[in-house]
């Protein structure tokens, strides 16, 4: 089971381009600190990266909040000219590699998304992008949009290294109460060299009789065992009906390419009352301090902050 520990960070409006919102936060340990990176959005509500700093002894303790975006939209045209919003982050060498939902509006579907790649040379100050194009777009298995990455790396037999990502796929555009609604499942693609990427269709968490949308997923190896953990909402009322709106899903696979969904292990709801009463979304999860630590969003899709919950790594 986890155990929540409450709230710990929601922007106070104070910088003109973090009005609202601490969205899908990833927890980046450092060698004193623990960074904390999100999405945040200006009064325009298009979303960067930014950063705060906590206490590792102490996660609910802020001691710092960074006063500048990390990367923020692209080029007028571009597949994130509305909007950057972070996925997964990975240390390669001296380099800190950013895989990020890259945003631009749609007049039929409401937005548009793709996976870009952008990398950092000063410690994760900030991230320019390797490419202007995205790394991952629609495609024929991913007919809509594609959208937050997990990205892992693991060493072969042969000593090669096999990069290995879990991202969202938007299938289809349902028009329910006269708003265009995304249908997304969780698929995975497999790459020799974190930039080109090989694709087969292949659904890992997919559609139920509930389940209309998936949030970023987060794959980590405990033992032998591949475990994810994701949200997952309906597509009708989401944003209002505790009901059908976002909760914390979970399933295991012992090759991350087979999966089964157990979501009644994933030891963790939604409060009755407060900040992550209405929904839990967006998780990240990391081992720090010989336990397992979640950061996740409440209520309003991250506009309520970020909190954590920790897990021992014997449970």
């Not at 009005?19 to 623990?34: C, E, I, N």
């Amino acid at each position: 089971m986890w155990q929540k520990k409450g709230l710990i960070y929601k922007p106070d409006g104070s910088q003109p381009f973090s009005r609202t919102h601490a969205q899908v936060p990833f927890g980046y340990p450092m060698k004193d600190k623990l960074r904390v990176y999100f999405s945040t959005r200006d009064e325009n509500i298009s979303s960067a990266v930014s950063f705060v700093e906590l206490n590792p002894d102490n996660l609910s303790e802020v001691v710092y909040v960074h006063d500048k975006t990390c990367l923020s939209k692209g080029e007028v045209g571009m597949f994130d000219e509305t909007g950057t919003m972070p996925s997964w982050f990975l240390p390669v060498g001296d380099e800190i590699w950013l895989y990020y939902t890259g945003w631009n509006k749609s007049e039929t579907a409401s937005y548009r998304l793709g996976i870009g790649l952008a990398i950092s040379k000063d410690g994760g100050l900030t991230f320019e992008r390797k490419f202007t194009g995205p790394l991952l777009d629609r495609y024929i298995f991913d007919q809509v949009w594609v959208a937050q990455p997990c990205v892992i790396r693991e060493e072969q037999a042969d000593g090669s290294i096999r990069w290995r990502m879990w991202y969202l796929s938007c299938t289809k555009i349902e028009v329910i109460h006269g708003h265009p609604e995304p249908f997304y499942d969780v698929k995975y693609a497999e790459s020799a060299d974190g930039i080109h990427w090989e694709r087969t269709g292949h659904v890992c968490v997919g559609y139920d009789e509930f389940t209309d949308a998936i949030g970023r997923p987060t794959v980590y190896k405990d033992g032998n065992l591949y475990k994810m953990y994701f949200s997952y909402r309906n597509a009708t009322n989401y944003r209002t009906d505790v009901q059908r709106s976002y909760r914390i899903g979970y399933a295991e696979s012992e090759d991350g390419v087979e999966w089964v969904r157990k979501d009644e292990l994933a030891g963790i709801e939604r409060s009755t009352e407060g900040w992550d009463s209405m929904m839990m979304d967006y998780c990240h999860i990391f081992p720090h301090q010989n336990q397992w630590v979640m950061f996740y969003n409440g209520n309003g899709f991250g506009a309520s902050g970020f909190g954590y919950a920790t897990q021992s790594k014997t449970d």
